[in-house]
Each structure stands twice: as C-alpha cells, then as structure tokens.
C-alpha cells in the first residue's frame, strides 16, 4: 500500500509537472546561423509553442563544431525550460565523428518530437561547364583532389552524403565546412566552391536564375519543387538516398510529462495548415512525429552514418 501511495503521489507530481509548464520563458537552442533551415524551422515551431504555452519562446543561435556547441550547451544545462533543434550531425552522427566530445547525445538529450524532413540536392557552380550527373562523376575522376564540395559542418547530411557518394563513386573531392548554407551558398556563387548537397531552398532560386546548375535529389522520388531534377535511384545511385531532419529534444532528467506536453503541442503546431505549407515551400515535409518515434529515427539514422563514416574514413575537418 505504501508503494502504491508513492507511485500515486509520483504520477501526481509529474502531472502538476506539466501543467506548471513551462513557468517562464523557454529558450530554444539552433546550433546554426540564424536563417538557416533549422532556425526557420525553430522559429516557426517557437511562435507556435509560445501561443499553446503561454510563455516567450526564445530562439538562441550558437553555431558551430558541426551544432555540437549548442546540443552540448542544452545537454549540460540540465533544464527543460532550454530546448534543442537538433539535426542529424549534433543528435545522431558527430558522436562517431568527433573525439573527445564532452557530452552523449544518447545520454544526454531526451527525443521529444521528428519535426521536419527534406531531401537534398546535388549542385554545381555554373563555371564548372558541368551539365548533368555523369559529367560530374566525370571530371571529378578526371581530376581528384582538385574539386571542393561544401557543407555545412562535419557529420551533416551535406558532409556524409557527398563521403558516401565520393566512396562508391571512386572520386576525390576536398570538403569544406561552413556554419551554415548562408556562407557556402555565398562562396559557390563566387566560384570558391565546385559543389555541394543542400536542401532545396537554400539552391533553388539560384538554380532557377541560372547561378547553379542541379544534378540530383537525394530522394527516390523527383521533389515536387523541382520536378525536372532526377532522384537518386534513376541515376543507379539509390543508396544515396539521404535525408536532412530536424527535431526537438530536451535535456536528460526532463520529466516525461514535459516530454509528452511539448511532443502534443509541436505536433499539433506542425500540423497547423498555415505551418505545414510555410515548411512545404522550403521543400520540407512535416513528420511531427512521437518521442519513441524520434528515438527509432535517431538510432537508424545513427546506425547507418557510422557505417559510412567507417567505410568512407570521413573526419571531423
């Protein structure tokens, strides 16, 4: 009976938990520049959280160390009132990247919500001459170690997916990581960059005006907003199938009332009409997706980039 009692007043915290919550502001952490996707992302999720919850909802940008600055930042902060929009590298890939990381992500930071997902495109400077997605693997053949692709930051979706490409193709190209697609768009328009993978939004208005030029999506399907670029698995490549994904996660020790309050209110803001078409027009696609969820994703995601990083001998740069 005793247990019993302990349990019920247990439940009974956690409930009064989660109505308390949040009782002041709540600071969510992107660990890229601001008006990069993950920001745009943050942001909308913010304004919508901050209208269901009734406290500020404060986007903090601290980049970089490929995000791991900022996921390190929430995962020792120890607090629920700080938030994380985290992506592929800092959540599931730069823990076998980087040495002596100071914080688990597995540990560390508790999955609340799969909150968007996009696939990327393959794209080349217009000075390149290069048309198409042969051309490319071409002369990258033709000249290894002369070609230099962006990302935006080691164990990214744009770093792995260009080392997974460049291991099965047999090509050499030099990465260079940046902050965010902002700068590296900015050096490839300049002609200081021969390539990258970026999301669409990032590339499409300079593709469409003729600043770039498309090769690929790493979909296996063609993207709605760019239906005349090939996926992947029309190119023979389907393995390069490849997805860049941002989620909310909170810090180890968040109770689980709070967990399950946050995921409701992010998938109810997500699947807010106005929320799912502002996101469709930057290419993504709303997941929204529950705590088990995310974590399955997680570890798939984590699972599968580790083989390439041990197959490719990609680095942190």
């Known amino acids: 009976m005793r247990l019993a009692a302990l349990l019920f007043l247990a439940t009974l915290s956690g409930i009064a938990w989660a109505q308390a919550y949040p009782s002041r502001p709540v600071r969510v952490v992107v660990p890229y520049p601001a008006g990069s996707t993950p920001d745009i992302i943050g942001r909308t999720l913010a304004e ?8 500020p909802f404060v986007v903090e940008n601290r980049s970089g160390a490929g995000g791991n600055i900022g996921a390190e930042m ?7 009132h700080v938030l994380l929009i985290g992506g592929n590298g800092p959540v599931a890939i730069n823990k076998h990247l980087y040495t002596g990381l100071t914080f688990d992500p597995d540990k560390d930071l508790v999955p609340i919500s799969l909150l968007a997902s996009a696939p990327q495109m393959l794209v ?7 048309e198409d997605f042969k051309g490319f693997l071409a002369r990258a053949r033709a000249n290894p170690g002369r070609m230099s692709y962006a990302s935006v930051g080691s164990g990214s979706a744009s770093h792995l997916t260009m080392e997974l490409l460049k291991s099965d193709a047999r090509v050499f190209l030099v990465h260079i990581p940046y902050r965010g697609f902002p700068a590296a768009v900015s050096d490839m328009l300049a002609g200081n960059i021969h390539a990258m993978f970026a999301i669409a939004p990032a590339v499409l208005p300079h593709v469409r005006a003729g600043k770039m030029k498309a090769l690929a999506v790493t979909g296996l399907k063609r993207s709605e907003l760019a239906a ?5 698995g029309e190119l023979g490549m389907p393995q390069l199938e490849s997805l860049a994904w941002n989620g909310l996660l909170a810090p180890a020790g968040t109770p689980a009332e709070v967990v399950s309050r946050l995921a409701a209110e992010s ?9 799912r078409e502002a996101l469709a027009r930057l ?11 995310f974590a399955r994703w997680i570890r798939a995601e984590s699972e599968k980039w580790a083989g390439v990083i041990r197959a490719s001998g990609a680095k942190a740069d």
């Open 48 to 55: 919508r959280l901050q209208k269901a919850l009734g406290q």
């Open 228 to 232: 005349d670029i090939p996926n992947v």
């Open 267 to 275: 998938v109810a803001a997500l699947r807010h009409p106005q929320a």
């Open 283 to 293: 290419g993504f696609d709303v997941v929204a997706s529950t705590p088990a969820e």
């Open 124 to 130: 080349v400077g217009p000075a390149t001459g290069i």
């Open 74 to 80: 929430v995962a020792k902060s120890g607090d629920p």
